[in-house]
């Protein structure tokens, strides 16, 4: 149901909507939902799963390419040459289904992982509260909101306690905005309309209750998304492409030359014209994409086992580039259970008083769940006839929460949390002997007292109150209270987080945190996890730094204390001058952090904004899963590597000796459906690369995109390669003798050979006797080379231009392949040993 006044809707009340809607206070009935669902949905019209199938397969052959060859077959075919057509097609079909299963598996992977992270709402359905699927809220839903909630449509606010909303991704603006129940003007700009809610934004602070009005492509993120789809390019994803591109180019320009050449000697133009995109298909990095897809997937499948979820798969390669941690101590450093470890009044006694209040104000509050409410709680003192007045939500600009509550004749206003906000609020204090004093020369003793505790390795907020004489609170009220004492929490540092930060130094990450608590609290931590001689520096001093000064001054500090949400932004961007971040949080201050850094990490429990930043979601809050997943990624980096390299080597080295082969020779070198067939049968264990073994050596230090090396490598490589198809060229044409098909099947067993052997070289930096490569590479290696062999000795290959080969010939092209494989390994563990620090 859609209305010409759907577009302007904050002009209306919600009576008018309510109505218009069908719906009410207590929301809309289940059946009524499901309903609205299904409309909203019937357009839509999902693909099935037949269909996408259908649309991955065909898209492995949509490289221009694969088409020209496809067309080339064709066209022979009408011309009455059709002895090559059905054997190239099979072969070119086989490669493709081959992709197409890796890839459908791969797509299936990602699926799952989006459906482990989806976003939920929690619903009025019944007039009962219900969580359900954010994308499946619908209009007419009324939703409850707290802080750190997303906001699951363009919404009518219906009911609201101090809620403020981040609005930045819509307006641009910053600030978090205040929002209230009303209506306004039908020309109201966008960042005025304060009695609305947008898709797309989140709940900074407070809570609220909203009625459902936009949807889907209807609300106003939904039209930004539509017109503006896109996702960014990673740096490795950016390096690939382009280095992609560019093998293709010399590819095509080598094989036009080769096509041109060809038809220059009076060699036929389909046999010619086929033989120079079989030999660009062959030289092609053709399944660079499908291996970085595969490799990413495979990689987000292990991360899932070891409790890490990938929410945006493309940024498995930044995570194995990563050299630094960034990390709030809360759950990481320590055990994240807060414990109350005492409750004092002003003068350091431990206060009944005091203890009640705390509870009160941590029993009433329903802003926006945290550990420290929670560990106050546990307290659990007898309130028989306290009643709640009225709640204001803490936020990060008061950095308090304040409860009114009724006790017998007696109304309250309770506030506790940061010490210097709550000092700040305060113009009395109340001592031991329960009497109220001014609270100015009270004030040094209460900062040496928070001090002292902070030195002791005790988290220290304040609590204040004040009598009121009103049925109604606001942060207005939150005036000359009276400084009542301190909540001191102690959250222990994790057993076995000195080995675990070991750990990461032995992968060359390291490590800083990032947090809210007093430098006294941090310096106790740092000393506590084996930092010596801490370097610290407070929000306060960051005020004062300039951009220049920063640079510097972020990598000599190990932990950043009193820091304001917005500073930690500036941290990290300044971090990432001079480091590959990673930054770990979960809360509504962690944002603008995780979106500066390379790569953002939250937990599952986190609150759904920051879960909605991340890159990836630890199911458990702990560095031990950090470490693993570190490893994983760097896992999946080294081994999108090896198919690069094995492309650019090998491959590529062999298809250029066969083209310069064919300006020399009366007869090609191999033929079209040959050197398809090499493809298809080197394929095979070329996919497995994904799941491949990586050396210690490699998973210890952050990965990194070098043009420079693979370009070396491709050069010197490509030599080597080229100078023993130079050997198989004359051993076989002047000392074999051999005749046109001996010499076709010849080189085509070098040719396979030397490619499968080639990988076992490649995958690692050391002599490949020393790695043990993973069993499917070897599996599928072992049975290509069997098959290779096999071929020229089977009756039907000869339609392929194979013959069998006397053992003098087959024992010499062994010969050449075994040579090869030796120089290679050693010119291997020479030109990464010259650029293992590039």
Known sequence: ???????????????????????????????????????????????????????????????????????????????????????????????????????????????????????????????????????????????????????????????????????????????????????????????????????????????????????????????????????????????????????????????????????????????????????????????????????????????????????????????????????????????????????????????????????????????????????LKQLKLDSPNVTKIGEVPYDFIRKRLSIGINNADTKLLISKGSFGQILSICSKIKLANETLEDIEPHKQALQASFETYGSKGLRAIAICYKNIGTNSISKDLETEMIFAGFILMNDPIKSGIKETINQLQQLKVGLKIITGDNKNVASSIALGIGISNPRIITGKELLNTSPEALKQLVKKTHIFAEVEPQQKERIILALKQSYTVAYMGDGINDISALNAADVGISVDNAVDVAREAADFVLMEKDLMVLVDGIKEGRKTFANTLKYLYISTGSTFGNMCSVAIASLVLPFLPMLPKQILLTNFLTDFPFLTVTTDDVDKEQLDKPGKWNLKIIRNYMIVFGIHSSLFDLITFLTLLYFLKVKESGFQTGWFIESVLSELFIVFIIRTHKNFFKSKPGKYLVILSLLALILTLSLPYLPFMQSIGLSPLPLPNLGAMLLIVVAYILTADLLKVWFFKKYRNA
């Not at 357009?43 to 390419?65: E, G, T, Y």
């Not at 409850?144 to 606010?157: S, T, V």
């Not at 080598?254 to 038809?263: D, F, G, S, Y």
């Open 1 to 375: 149901m859609e209305t010409a006044t759907d577009n302007k809707f904050w002009q209306f009340g919600t009576e008018y909507w309510f109505g218009l809607l069908k719906s009410s206070e207590k929301g809309l009935t289940q059946s009524a939902a499901d309903a609205l669902f299904s409309e909203a949905t019937s357009h839509q019209k999902p693909k099935s799963a037949f269909k996408k199938d259908i649309l991955l397969f065909v898209n492995q052959f949509n490289s221009p390419l694969m088409l020209l060859l496809i067309g080339a077959v064709i066209i022979s075919a009408f011309l009455g040459d059709t002895s090559d057509v059905f054997i190239i097609l099979f072969i070119v079909l086989s490669t493709g289904l081959l992709s197409f299963f890796q890839e459908r598996n791969a797509s299936k992977v990602v699926e799952k992982l989006q459906s482990m992270i989806a976003l939920k709402t929690t619903v009025l359905r019944d007039g009962t509260l219900k969580e359900v699927a954010s994308k499946a809220t619908v209009k007419g839903d009324v939703i409850i909101l707290n802080a750190g909630d997303m906001i699951p449509a363009d919404c009518l606010l219906l009911e609201e306690n101090e809620l403020h909303a981040n609005e930045s991704s819509l307006t641009g603006e910053s600030y978090p905005v205040k929002k209230t129940v009303g209506t306004l003007d039908a020309e109201t700009e966008l960042s005025k309309r304060t009695n609305c809610l947008w898709e797309g934004t989140n709940v900074v602070s407070g809570s609220g209750k909203a009625l459902v009005i936009q949807t889907g492509e209807q609300t106003i993120f939904g039209k930004i998304t539509v017109s503006a789809s896109g996702t960014v390019e990673t740096t490795f994803e950016k390096g690939i492409k382009d280095f992609g591109y560019l093998l293709m180019k010399i590819t095509l320009i080598l094989a036009v030359v080769i096509l041109t050449v060809n038809l220059l000697n009076h060699k036929g133009i389909i046999e010619s014209a086929l033989f120079a995109l079989a030999l660009a298909v062959g030289m092609a990095p053709e399944l660079l994409p499908a291996i970085t897809t595969i490799s990413m997937s495979a990689g987000a499948k292990r991360l899932l086992a070891k409790k890490v979820i990938v929410k945006k798969l493309n940024s498995i390669q930044n995570l194995g580039e990563v050299n630094l941690l960034c990390t709030d101590k809360t759950g990481t450093i320590t055990e994240g259970a807060i414990k109350i470890a005492g409750i004092t009044d002003a003068s350091e006694q431990e206060s009944q008083f005091v203890k009640q209040l705390a509870y009160w104000n941590a029993y009433f509050e329903t802003g926006y769940s945290n550990a420290i409410d929670d560990a």
